[in-house]
């Protein structure tokens, strides 16, 4: 069972970038796909990117296209969610989950880490 730890999050001012990471933890990694959500106040879970463990596919959701990349390395266990050009709308709490289906079906995620708020200041 894998296990996600998520950093990376805090006070951005409006048109800034932010890092966020996902150290992932347990046994065969290479079986599963990470992807990156997030929820706003009030607002539905939204499905932000996603990567395989050992690379090749990557998904990005119209909202970040343009502003923002995944990216793992393997070496450290971890994922990383890149976004820049953030404005109030990137105001969540951003969410690290694995699956070992595929990585563009968002309800097959099931393993979760608890979360980093992202707060971005106007």
């Known amino acids: 069972q894998v296990q996600l730890v998520e950093s990376g999050g805090g006070l951005v001012q409006t048109g800034g970038s932010l890092r966020l990471s996902c150290v992932a933890s347990?046994?065969?990694?290479?079986?599963?796909?990470l992807g990156w959500f997030r929820q706003a106040p009030g607002k539905e879970r939204e499905f932000l990117a996603a990567?395989?463990?050992?690379?090749?596919?990557?998904f990005r959701a119209d909202s970040v296209k343009g502003r923002g990349t995944i990216t793992r390395d393997s070496a450290k266990n971890t994922v990383y969610l890149n976004l820049s050009s953030v404005g109030p709308e990137d105001t969540a709490v951003y969410y690290c989950?694995?699956?070992?289906?595929?990585?563009?079906?968002?309800?097959?995620?099931?393993?979760w880490g608890q979360g980093t708020q992202v707060t971005v200041s106007s």
């Open positions: 990567i395989g463990w050992s690379g090749g596919a990557t």
């Open positions: 347990g046994p065969t990694l290479s079986n599963y796909k």
């Open positions: 989950a694995a699956t070992e289906g595929s990585l563009y079906w968002e309800s097959g995620y099931n393993y």
